[in-house]
């Protein structure tokens, strides 16, 4: 005990680490990445995602975060350009991918579809020239996957010629519908992996001055992160070609081939420690799961439905104090109170869910398009009825401790572990949790208006999906979830309690969790 009179002690560095590592934690959560350039503190967000407060504690912070971040990259290998004269391995997110390919072949519900309404007088003969400097730059738009002497393998075109494929609107058509329609329909067509190019474009022209453009591409080749990375380039390419310049693009320094060359060898160096670290994790696991509406099937559908609930911006600012107070991030707290409702639920101490994380932990990804999305299964013991603040930290320090070990990627790991459980179930998890963050639908580029377009609703790639995204000063919860096994009653009802939950956390944190009523 300390002694009257006598000054606490406070250990600043580790206290400057737990700050640093809960700073590093909120910024991957919105998929803002940082990166030392000489003696600048270099970063990258989605519009949006950098509040004032993040860019105070960023300034704040600076000298300690390069200090972090050089401590963080420091013993591990840069990645290189790999030699182009054999067999190029798959990043283990691509093998994942592949092998469901070969499992079930066929399958659309791995596709991503983005679209775009453009507004203004759209040059057509630059928008194609800027598609064709943007597969130029980017070996992923020329990539495709094959079985090559028994192994699975990526072939690379040296060239590939997409032209822009442009459908004109009847003007009695229901606008509208006819986009929907169309879209579905590539939406739902599928992939060949073995030939490229694994993406379509499509030009949907409404009248001289409104055009839709829809981009499909195979989720083996790209990700939400690469979605904006294209976007972004082909209208700075556009910028320059409609006013009849040649763009000034430099060559990519490394390619997608590259890091996956680099990932392959690397996972030696952190598998061992990584890999020790996961196996104590999940011992003994058993998955939490939230009672079906109906029976499983043998294999998935991937059939799926889309719900969402605003939480309101009091309570968004009330679960924002009881972060600060815990020195937390709005996910964790997220994430700490679905634990509790699984928790309720199943009457289950021991939850794991699966966050995914944007994957690219390293500035020479920051441009690249490509499958980098990693999950993390989280799991927390909530046994011993804890406080709701204390279960936070809980998840807090899980959370802290699984993002200082996510270069060991999930597949490997699923690998290594797998329980052995049929096609139709996730490793370690029911739920996967992601964070999405919503930049403007709104923008304006090259003297045109571009709106982005809702995309599908109707995949589930996992039996339940929580998205958090923050539209103005209220958080909203989404839920993606398979129709093969819940009716939409369940979903509605599972959201409600779940913002339920939320208000009677903030209005008191201190309260055993078994107290809180659903």
């Known amino acids: 005990a300390r002694k009257r009179g006598e000054r606490a002690t406070v250990d600043i560095p580790a206290l400057i680490d737990d700050v640093l590592r809960v700073l590093q934690s909120d910024l991957q959560d919105k998929d803002i990445h940082l990166w030392v350039d000489g003696d600048k503190l270099r970063y990258r967000a989605p519009q949006g995602a950098l509040s004032e407060e993040l860019k105070s504690q960023l300034t704040r912070h600076k000298p300690e975060i390069i200090s972090f971040l050089h401590d963080g990259t420091r013993g591990i290998a840069t990645i290189a350009k790999a030699k182009r004269d054999g067999l190029m391995p798959l990043s283990s997110a691509e093998e994942g991918l592949w092998l469901l390919e070969q499992i079930n072949p066929g399958q659309s519900a791995w596709n991503m579809q983005s679209g775009l309404h453009i507004r203004g007088p759209l040059d057509i ?38 032209e822009l494929s442009i459908m004109t609107l009847e003007p009695q058509q229901d606008v509208n519908a006819a986009i929907h329609q169309i879209a579905a329909a590539d939406q739902n067509t599928p992939f060949n992996l073995a030939s490229a190019p694994l993406w379509r474009v499509k030009l949907l022209r409404v009248n001289d001055r409104e055009h839709v453009f829809l981009f499909t591409i195979h989720h083996i080749i790209s990700d939400s992160s690469s979605i904006r990375i294209l976007y972004r380039e082909i209208f700075d390419l556009y910028q320059s070609y409609s006013q009849g310049r040649t763009p000034a693009q430099s060559e990519a320094p490394i390619q997608y081939a590259d890091y996956a060359h680099w990932q392959r060898r690397a996972e030696h160096e952190v598998t061992a420690s990584h890999l020790a670290y996961w196996k104590d994790k999940l011992d003994h696991f058993s998955t939490s799961e939230i009672p079906s509406d109906r029976r499983r099937p043998e294999e998935r559908s991937y059939r799926g439905a889309k719900q969402r609930l605003a939480l309101g911006p009091t309570l968004t600012q009330a679960m924002r104090e009881v972060c600060s107070q815990e020195r937390a991030t709005m996910f964790m707290l997220m994430v700490a109170g679905f634990k509790l409702l699984l928790h309720r639920y199943t009457g289950n101490n021991d939850i794991i869910v699966g966050p995914a994380t944007a994957g690219r932990n390293r500035p020479e990804l920051e441009n690249l398009i490509g499958m980098f999305i990693n999950i993390l299964p989280l799991r927390t013991d909530l046994s011993g009825q804890p406080s709701f603040r204390a279960l936070l930290r809980r998840v807090r320090d899980v959370c802290l401790e699984a993002y200082q070990r996510q270069d060991l990627r999930f597949e490997p790991l699923v690998e290594e572990l797998y329980p052995g459980r049929g096609l139709s179930r996730n490793s370690f998890f029911q739920v996967l949790f992601d964070v999405v963050n919503l930049p403007s639908n709104r923008r304006e580029a090259a003297g045109l208006a571009l709106e982005t377009l809702p995309g599908p609703e109707d995949v589930a790639r996992y039996e339940i999906v929580i998205r958090t995204p923050q539209t103005g000063a209220s958080m ?30 903030v209005g008191n944190p201190d309260q055993e969790i078994d107290r809180y009523s659903l």
Request: no cysteine.
């Open 125 to 162: 003969n630059a928008f194609q020239k800027s598609l064709d400097s943007l597969i130029e730059r980017h070996e992923t738009l020329r990539t495709s996957f094959r079985v090559v002497d028994g192994r699975s393998a990526r072939l690379i075109a040296p060239t590939l010629a997409v």
């Open 476 to 505: 909203e919860v989404w839920i993606d979830y398979s129709v093969d096994l819940f009716a939409p009653e369940r979903t509605t009802e599972l959201l409600e309690q779940y913002k339920y939950l939320l208000e009677q956390i």
